[in-house]
């Protein structure tokens, strides 16, 4: 929140806001609704003539965003695979659903604490893994850690990350976490990034699929505009004794030795199903598969053991003209449901966006751009900001249209517009 030089008409006595959260009886709502609170607490703020730092809308932070990021790590982030058909599918899939809400339903005392794969969180939401936070604020997944663990809320951390997997672990301190592998083409390698994320108490394993080479991204090609070919992003492996045994001299020493090792190392090469027993073999906690979109794929999946997949088509960054994650979700849901852990990313900006998702049979979502916005704008008070204003439309939005729980939301809620 910023502080206005001003104070307005509408404070009280030596300028402190009229009521303040903390002076609530127990039962008063400004107290029983933690998530929503957030609402109450800016309105407070208001008495004091505080207002947010950052917009409220989480679909409109983008456009702030713009205004204040180069456009290069502005475009990264934003932009999508050719035409941005399949980012623009993603929206679209949100808008043809609508809740429809229920009166009188007793949803005063509402629960959307939930545990996927054993971890606990306060709402179906984790934090998508985003690579290369570095671009967009300097304190990068650090800040991000810190903001996720001050909430709870699970963060999922990318192999791309501009830190090292320790380091983002401890600015995570005790929060929850998930690690995200987009999987090397060196067994040894790979098997040495497996087990630091483990030791560093990266609970539940995500394997990308979907982005073994890059997609054809206009709006990068078009700035030539790619950080690891500059060494950023790439702190997981620099830091990574079995990679860094393959170097004559350390990256920190020969920069361009170490990214022509990385390079066949990260990109090209497509793996198969009978790849998986690998992955188990190495990594002792829950697996999940991210970017599948066709039932036969979760089916597989399933089939192979692995405990979990994201529906997600990586926000339209690397197929154009695919099909949106909404709309492949409720066949995938039906199929695979009751064998593993269905969540969602891809197109996800709001309360309702979330509540959509879990109708249609996720177990929870994955925030994406919303929070490298926020991490743009504000470093970790802008993650923590989009976070909290996120949660607390969900919650509003649960409770208005009458539900109490994550488990009543079920297709009847919905209508198609
Ligand atoms: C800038 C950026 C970097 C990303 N980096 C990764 C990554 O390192 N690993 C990964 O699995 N997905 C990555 N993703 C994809 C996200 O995890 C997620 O699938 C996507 O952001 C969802 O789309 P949305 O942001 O439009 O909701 C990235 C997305 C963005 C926008």
């Not at 304190?139 to 090292?164: F, K």
């Not at 995200?180 to 394993?205: E, H, K, M």
């Not at 990679?243 to 793996?271: H, M, N």
């Not at 470093?379 to 204003?389: A, K």
Request: aromatic residues 6%; proline residues 6%; glycine residues 8%.
């Amino acid at each position: 929140m910023t502080s206005r030089s001003q104070p307005s008409s509408q404070n009280f006595g030596d300028g402190e806001p009229a009521i303040r959260i903390s002076d609530c009886p127990a039962d008063c709502v400004l107290m029983t609704a933690p998530l929503s609170n957030y609402a109450n607490e800016i309105y407070l703020q208001g008495l004091a003539d505080v207002r947010p730092a950052f917009s409220t809308d989480t679909s409109a932070l983008a456009e702030s965003a713009r205004a204040a990021m180069e456009p290069g790590p502005f475009w990264y982030v934003a932009g999508a695979a050719g035409s941005g058909a399949t980012a623009r599918a993603n929206r679209a899939a949100f808008d043809r659903w609508r809740l429809v809400p229920r009166m009188l339903r007793d949803a005063t005392n509402r629960s959307l604490a939930t545990t996927v794969l054993g971890t606990a969180m306060p709402a179906p939401v984790l934090l998508a893994p985003i690579g290369v936070q570095s671009v967009v604020h300097p304190e990068g997944e650090l800040a991000t850690a810190r903001a996720a663990a001050d909430l709870g809320v699970p963060m999922i951390m990318s192999t791309a990350a501009s830190y090292a997997i320790e380091e983002v672990a401890a600015a995570n301190d005790d929060g929850p976490r998930w690690f995200q592998l987009y999987w090397p083409n060196d067994d040894d390698v790979c098997a040495s990034i497996l087990a630091r994320a483990r030791a560093a108490g990266f609970t539940t394993l995500v394997v990308t699929l979907d982005t073994w080479l890059l997609g054809w991204r206009p709006r990068d090609l078009d700035q030539a505009y790619l950080p690891f070919i500059r060494g950023t992003g790439l702190a997981v492996y620099f830091s990574d004794p079995a990679f860094r045994a393959g170097l004559a001299k350390p990256p920190e020493d020969d920069l361009q030795s170490a990214l022509l090792r990385w390079l066949p190392l990260a990109i090209g090469v497509d793996k198969s199903w009978d790849r998986l027993p690998f992955l188990r073999a190495h990594w002792d906690g829950p697996i999940v598969l991210k970017g599948i979109l066709h039932p036969d794929d979760a089916r597989r999946a399933a089939d192979a053991g692995m405990d979990g997949i994201v529906v997600s088509n990586h926000g339209g960054r690397q197929v154009d003209g695919a099909v949106a994650a909404l709309d492949a979700l409720p066949g995938i849901a039906e199929t695979v449901g009751d064998r593993l852990a269905v969540l969602l990313d891809s197109g996800v900006r709001t309360g309702a966006d979330v509540l959509k998702a879990l109708a249609l049979g996720a177990r929870a979502v994955l925030l994406g751009r919303p929070y490298a916005y926020g991490l743009a704008l504000g470093g970790q008070d802008g993650v923590r900001h989009v976070l909290r204003s996120l949660l607390a439309d969900l919650d509003l939005t649960m409770a208005l249209s009458g539900h109490r729980s994550l488990s009543e939301l079920t297709p009847e809620s919905l209508v198609r517009a």
